[in-house]
């Protein structure tokens, strides 16, 4: 079946513009992440929804982060006036519904990688 | 919170010959999943093999094993028989059980000579 995708595959925009990265995650997977992975370094997480809402957004660095998944499935990262250091690769994924103990498997999207001029 | 450290940038391997990636991590959580994922140029992570915290027995799959030493928080990755197509970066990585976010460590590239 189908994996995790996101687009665009690379973004390169302007200081102080808007932007909008989108991903689309396995049917079923009702878990949606996003992690940002700037150069040289691993992942790290930004935010999470359990469905529709945001159940964990303690990784958004600051208030020009937000994201959105209003049907629960496809989900938007969208950051407002793009500032350098915001380049990095932003990864998406998803996976079945973490419950009990069990942390089920994250399948991870190729990635938009976001380039600030 | 956990934190995970991958103390080698690169490693180096002739093709069929092995090679092991260190991972050490700090956690205050009993019970706890960790984690090796692949990445290659094409970005995407691939899930390479994963350890429950609870279970002693070291987790296996195909040429990827790993030496799970809970008490002093190691976790290295063994791939054995190298081969081109395991030249990537490698990531270690950790959640609690029933947790949403997972931590990686700051990788290992692995490349592959022939």
């Known amino acids: 079946g189908a994996g995790v995708s996101q687009t665009p595959s690379n973004k390169v925009t302007e200081k102080g513009k808007y932007v909008e990265l989108r991903c689309d995650p396995i049917?079923?997977?009702?878990?949606l992440y996003w992690y940002r992975q700037s150069l040289g370094q691993g992942p790290e997480f930004l935010i999470y929804f359990q469905g529709t809402g945001a159940a964990d957004d303690s990784g958004l660095p600051n208030d020009r982060f937000f994201a959105v998944r209003p049907e629960g499935s496809v989900s938007t990262l969208k950051i407002q006036r793009t500032e350098r250091g915001d380049s990095a690769v932003y990864l998406c994924?998803?996976?079945?519904?973490?419950?009990?103990?069990?942390?089920?498997?994250?399948?991870f999207g190729p990635g938009t990688r976001l380039t600030v001029l | 919170a956990q934190t995970v450290t991958q103390s080698q940038p690169e490693m180096s391997v002739q093709e069929a010959e092995t090679v092991t990636l260190s991972c050490t991590y700090d956690?205050?959580?009993?019970?706890?999943?960790l984690f090796w994922y692949k990445q290659p140029p094409s970005r995407q992570m691939i899930l390479v093999i994963r350890?429950?915290?609870?279970?002693?027995q070291n987790a296996t799959e195909n040429r990827f094993s790993v030496n799970f030493q809970k008490a002093a928080k190691s976790f290295s990755l063994k791939i054995s028989d190298s081969q081109l197509g395991d030249a990537a970066m490698y990531f270690c990585a950790s959640i609690k059980a029933a947790g949403n976010k997972l931590t990686f460590g700051g990788g290992t590239r692995v490349l592959v000579k022939p």
């Open positions: 994924a998803s996976s079945l519904q973490v419950r009990g103990g069990a942390s089920y498997e994250q399948f």
């Open positions: 350890q429950e915290a609870y279970k002693q």
């Open positions: 956690t205050s959580e009993s019970d706890y999943y």
């Open positions: 049917s079923g997977h009702t878990a």
